[in-house]
């Protein structure tokens, strides 16, 4: 098991940009997957990206070319930084290791409206 703490949710604007930060419990390049997944209001969660220990990354294809997932090991921190953002990006985003059956944070509300 591995705690994780996100930050960095908030209300913005469409088109607007946001940095969510996760920060982990030990040492990140040990975990062989770490990603975000989302949920909105109705929906099931659903993976928005993901990197591999590998540093092998995946998107979403709702968000290729908005969303970039990084991860820093000198602070243990998997970071997301989304840009245009639009109002169907409104969701609780949760930082997960080790996929789905893993561990996962307690989530960080996003809201993008005018």
């Known amino acids: 098991q591995v705690q994780l703490v996100e930050s960095g949710g908030g209300l913005v604007q469409p088109w607007g940009s946001l940095k969510l930060s996760c920060a982990a419990s030990?040492?990140?390049?040990?975990?062989?997957?770490m990603g975000w997944y989302r949920q909105a209001p109705g929906k099931q969660r659903e993976l928005v990206a993901q990197v591999t220990s590998g540093g092998t990354k995946n998107y979403a294809d709702s968000v290729k070319g908005r969303f970039t997932i990084s991860r820093d090991g000198a602070v243990n921190t998997v970071y997301l930084q989304m840009n245009s953002l639009k109002p169907e990006d409104t969701a609780v985003y949760y930082c997960n290791a080790g996929g789905y059956d893993g561990s996962w944070g307690q989530g960080t509300q996003v809201t993008v409206s005018s």
């Open positions: 030990r040492y990140i390049f040990s975990i062989y997957v």
